[in-house]
């Protein structure tokens, strides 16, 4: 086994376009830094005082405003109080708000980039015809698809290292190196949620990789399905596009059916638990991974059956 | 008694309501060339992938040197070494890297040396580090060679090897294969290009529509009837049919030009033939005997088959 994923990871690093895959996310970050680094101001010493100012403007004009406006000022209000009374400067620059703000949202550049590859994995085979050479080896064809899927993984987990490891680097070159544990505040449906900076990135990280694990396993499958790898890398993006477009349409959907919310799209995105305990209305985390897990066992056992069954008659 | 290099027993394979392959049963000796000849379209290469798993088996047994492909699938397997139609590699590795994955799947170790050995073997030694996509086809039917050679097997398979070929190219591959059947490896191969078959096989069956029709030995297909045709070039061809009218020995005299006649006669009466011709004073330019090719044994035995079964002709 461990000379079938050795196999698979040479072929993949002997492919151009792997490399390339890596680069272009230190390029995003490199150039998210620049970009990050231009439009951010130089944290100002005194922001308290500036923020007092700020309160006591939006107080003069909460009192003139309409009643159906004065909602909004309070809880502006209130938002900016809060910073001051935590002593949370909203305006703070450092590499772990660099990563958590700007190198977190580039896990759907992370995403696409292993939708590619594993889209195109089993596919290849198939459209270069290399397929028929790999399967009269004395290996059992799950064997050999298994090898291709762990392979797979590890290259999409490079991915996701690449990218922390890039934007830890750009951001201490960037921004310095800062308080892991600094306070910041995170808007989330219910209000704002505090939370230290160096752990809210990582617990991101830590929910994203449940849903990474679940699109590859879906392209993943498509790869199997297709002889064309153009259309199962065609149709491994739309489905990645369609979920994350679809995520919102479920959520009102779902106030309306119970169904709904046991559909797959709602669950991709973990990252929101790191925001909030509960999504559409009564869904917990472990409501969430469990299924994931169905969905997922799904997904493997559809691939791993129709592999071992499919004719070869390419 | 010895084990087959291969058996094949009652190999059946259904596609919806079609019968692809239709019973057939056939076995190979050690160190014996067999062909499967047919029209493109008559099985072959089915029955080829069923033996090589590549596509399921409907019914029927296959086992090689006495492993069975139900029950020893691994042992099997590494008993075979096969090119499934045109031999496709991952382009963009080296021929070397080609055949160090394939090496990596086989059972017993397979060392670098022995890469290289087989690399010389194909006379591929100083192309062997470029990359695949740079080989000219006979190269790589050459690697593909070589692939199914690097783990020693004992049976050869050989799927319509000769496709692409050039006359150069298809020569030196036959002297090959030759050379291998001398040490003792057995080969499997199928071809619907009878003249190419005929130097190559020492058994053959011709499948068609599914099923097989006709098994023998080259040679036996070969032998001559008592009595063949003969061409004889001549100064006056009616002059010669006019003496040899009254001949009990002559019969079915054929006149094809103002030159030439042809005979169906017993090899002694082409002396007397000749003999007589010249005593009545026609001059004799050139006396041919018309070999019978395997083409027309074919032509023969599938169109008996046609009209035994009162079949419709396609």
Not at chain 1, 25 to 53: F, H, L, Q, T, Y
Not at chain 1, 237 to 265: C, D, N, P, Q
Not at chain 1, 301 to 306: A, D, N, P, Q, S
Request: with cysteine; hydrophobic share 45%; aromatic share 8%.
């Amino acid at each position: 086994m461990i000379a079938l994923i050795r196999n698979e990871l040479m072929k993949l690093f002997q492919k151009k376009s792997s490399w390339i895959y890596l680069i272009i996310i230190v390029i995003a970050v490199i150039v998210g830094g620049i970009i990050s680094n231009k439009v951010s101001d130089e944290p100002d010493p005194n922001w308290r005082a500036g923020m007092k100012a700020e309160i006591t403007e939006l107080q003069q004009n909460a009192k003139n405003a309409p009643d159906e406006e004065k909602q909004f000022f309070t809880s502006e209000i209130e938002q900016k109080q809060k910073y001051l009374d935590e002593n949370v400067n909203p305006n703070a620059v450092s590499n772990w708000h660099f990563l958590n703000n700007v190198v977190y949202p580039m896990t759907t550049l992370v995403t696409l980039l292993a939708v590619i590859v594993c889209s195109a994995s089993v596919s290849a085979e198939f459209a270069d015809g290399t397929i028929k050479q790999l399967l009269i080896r004395p290996h059992q064809r799950w064997a050999v698809l298994l090898s291709k899927y762990i392979s797979l993984m590890i290259y999409s987990l490079i991915l996701v290292a690449t990218l922390i490891v890039a934007g830890y680097l750009v951001g201490l070159i960037t921004f310095g190196n800062g308080d892991f544990s600094a306070k910041i505040f995170e808007l989330a449906i219910d209000g704002q949620k505090e939370a230290a900076v160096g752990p809210q990135f990582f617990l991101k990280m830590a929910y994203y990789l449940p849903s990474l694990l679940v699109i590859t396993a879906i392209a993943f499958m498509l790869s199997t399905l297709f002889k064309s790898q153009a259309l199962a890398v065609g149709i491994g993006i739309f489905v990645l596009f369609v979920s994350s477009t679809l995520g919102g349409l479920i959520v009102m959907l779902a106030e309306k059916y119970e169904w709904a919310k046991y559909l797959i799209f709602p669950h991709l995105d973990l990252t929101i638990y790191a925001l909030q305990d509960k999504i559409l209305g009564d869904i917990t985390l472990p409501i969430s991974l469990a299924i994931l897990a169905v969905y997922y066992a799904i997904f493997m056992i559809l691939t791993f059956v129709f592999f071992q069954k499919r004719d070869i008659s390419i | 008694m010895a084990v087959n290099a291969l058996e094949v027993r009652s190999l059946t394979k259904v596609i919806g309501k079609k019968k692809i392959v239709d019973d057939v049963s056939f076995s190979v000796n050690r160190g014996e060339i067999f062909g499967l000849l047919g029209p493109n379209g008559a099985g072959k290469t089915t029955i080829i992938r069923m033996i090589v798993s590549l596509i399921k088996r409907t019914d029927g047994a296959v086992s090689v040197n006495g492993h069975n492909l139900d029950g020893q699938f691994k042992e099997m397997m590494s008993e075979i070494g096969a090119i499934v139609e045109n031999p496709e590699f991952y382009k963009y590795m080296s021929g070397y890297k080609n055949l160090k994955h394939y090496a990596n799947m086989a059972i017993k170790e397979v060392s670098d040396e022995r890469i290289m050995e087989v690399a010389r073997l194909v006379k591929l030694d100083d192309a062997i580090h470029q990359k695949v996509k740079t080989y000219s086809l006979g190269m790589r039917q050459r690697l593909g060679v070589a692939q199914a050679l690097l783990h020693n097997p004992s049976l050869l398979i050989l799927d319509e090897p000769t496709n692409g070929l050039d006359p150069q190219g298809i020569r030196e591959f036959r002297d090959y294969l030759h050379a291998l059947a001398h040490e003792g490896i057995s080969v499997l191969v199928s071809s619907h290009l009878l003249a190419e078959m005929q130097l190559m096989c020492d058994r053959f069956a011709i499948i068609e529509k599914g099923k097989l029709i006709h098994i023998s030995s080259m040679k036996e297909a070969m032998e001559e009837d008592e009595k063949t045709e003969v061409i004889f070039e001549v100064s006056s061809s009616q002059k010669a049919v006019d003496v040899l009218k009254g001949q009990a020995a002559v019969s079915s005299i054929k006149v094809l030009a103002d030159d030439q006649f042809s005979v169906h006669v017993e090899k002694a009466t082409i002396s007397t033939i000749n003999k007589l011709l010249i005593s009545n004073d026609i001059d004799v330019y050139g006396i041919s005997r018309v070999t019978v090719s395997l083409e027309d044994r074919f032509l023969e035995i599938t169109n008996k088959e046609v009209r035994e079964n009162g079949g419709v002709v396609q």
